[in-house]
């Protein structure tokens, strides 16, 4: 099951008694907390019936002997508690101590009249541990992966319709392309923009052109782009822009690298038949960042890219040394990129 099947459910009253929710997309994740909230629990007693635990600070058993206990005012409570890194094999950040024998004992009894709900901020959840492994079988476990391309499309129409606009499709790229695949971000750039355009009006690329903000990632993508479409005059432009915005030579540097990283990578796995998804669990990147990360490997032979990331190497720890200018040294570096890119074709 995935969590849109999950809230169909809820459409026709099947509500869980329990639900392990964990992946790197919070705001999604937080969207279908909100609508588990409205569908399970009466406006007018909602106060009385949810409940909510930062596991960071409160131990788990808290939250179970809450759900254990009868509703007030209200025919079934909702008890969510979020940062159950103990389902993880990664460190448990917590400052409380967590009786996982608890949650194994309610597990295999949870609360009629009570749905408990746990949130973690991680890909996956440790399924060599026994608590884990009792989860599966006893509760809905829901992943929230970060969206792919077509997914973000839908998302971001989705979105403008909500707030009575509708946006173009073309609008929906140039946005994508200005802000990347964060849903928190794609969601406060929408609302700016849905407020600007007004309802029943639509959104379009010169709406966004002026409005939404570029992240520095995303400048680096364009910057990247345009030294792979033999443009490095733009690139260099946009360079010089970037500085202006106090960004710092060795982060660019960094974010450079870590693209040409991620185009190697997709270009050698796009070889061995990895779908976009596959390939942006394989390298630890978002879906959209991969997809652009493909279409820019396309116009770089992997033995110049592999080169690339050598010089850029040396680069690093020349500006770090200050055996170079950092500024004129990353300057110069975009020149030869256009340069590489160039005898590629």
Request: charged share 25%; with cysteine.
């Amino acid at each position: 099951m995935d969590y849109k099947q999950a809230a169909r459910e809820w459409s026709q009253g099947t509500v869980r008694p329990m639900y392990i929710l964990h992946g790197a997309e919070g705001y999604v994740m937080g969207e279908w907390l909100d609508l588990l909230v409205a569908s399970c629990l009466d406006p007018d007693t909602k106060d009385f019936a949810l409940s909510k635990y930062d596991l960071a600070d409160t131990p788990l058993e808290t939250a179970i002997e809450d759900a254990e206990t009868l509703p007030f005012l209200s025919p079934r409570k909702l008890v969510i508690a979020s940062g159950a890194y103990f389902l993880t094999g990664g460190r448990d950040p917590s400052r409380a101590e967590h009786n996982v024998d608890a949650l194994q004992r309610y597990a295999a009894a949870p609360a009629e009249h009570a749905t408990l709900v746990l949130t973690v901020p991680a890909e996956k959840l440790d399924e060599r541990k026994k608590i884990v492994k009792t989860l599966k079988s006893a509760a809905v476990v829901l992943p929230f992966a970060p969206l792919g391309p077509a997914e973000l499309q839908q998302w971001v129409a989705k979105k403008a319709s909500g707030r009575g606009v509708r946006i173009e499709p073309d609008a929906i790229e140039a946005l994508l392309a200005r802000v990347g695949g964060s849903c928190a971000a794609l969601a406060s750039e929408m609302e700016k923009l849905s407020l600007y355009v007004g309802k029943g009006n639509a959104i379009r690329v010169e709406h966004v052109e002026a409005l939404a903000v570029r992240t520095t990632e995303q400048n680096v993508f364009l910057l990247v782009e345009e030294i792979a479409k033999l443009r490095p005059e733009r690139a260099i432009s946009m360079y010089h822009d970037l500085l202006k915005e106090k960004e710092e030579p060795i982060k660019l540097l960094a974010l450079i690298a870590r693209q040409f990283r991620m185009m190697l990578g997709a270009k050698e796995l796009t070889k061995q038949g990895f779908s976009q998804s596959q390939i942006a669990s394989q390298i630890g990147a978002h879906p959209y960042a991969v997809k652009i990360a493909a279409e820019q490997a396309k116009r770089f032979r992997a033995e110049t890219l592999e080169r690339l990331l050598l010089e850029l190497g040396d680069l690093d720890y020349a500006m770090k040394t200050g055996a170079v200018d950092k500024a004129l040294g990353l300057e110069l570096f975009i020149l030869r990129l256009g340069a590489a890119a160039a005898a590629a074709r």
